[in-house]
């Protein structure tokens, strides 16, 4: 299963950036994908999951209305949109992937992404 993030970058407050998750068409086809972060002196928080058919979605209360999880299938990518950026969304993302979608611990990781966000 392979994963890569890109598309993090220091952009500031109010900014919008697209995140993007490059998946294998197996994994792509086969898995749930989450949109994690991990910024310093906290605890890693999963941001965005879409389902292997993109039928559900889900956000932390934190981004809802400002982020957005997409797939799309014929770039085997899932993106995440982040509009209204705030200092506060700094952090490392990382993109996971798992067959169960309401898994508490997803099973496969990419590499992350940093996004720095100045006020």
């Known amino acids: 299963v392979q994963l890569q993030a890109s598309g993090g970058g220091l952009v500031q407050a109010g900014d919008s950036l697209r995140l993007s998750c490059l998946a294998s068409r197996r994994t792509y086809s086969n898995f749930a994908v989450g949109w994690f972060r991990h910024a310093p002196g906290q605890e890693r928080e999963l941001v965005a999951r879409?389902?292997?058919?993109?039928?559900?979605?889900d956000y932390a209360d934190s981004v809802k209305d400002r982020f957005t999880i997409s797939r799309e299938g014929t770039m085997n990518t899932v993106y995440l949109r982040m509009s209204s950026l705030k200092p506060e969304d700094t952090a490392v993302y990382f993109c996971a992937a798992d067959k169960d979608y309401y898994s508490s611990n997803y099973r496969y990781w990419g590499q992350g992404t940093l996004v720095t966000v100045s006020s």
């Open positions: 879409i389902s292997r058919r993109g039928d559900f979605t």
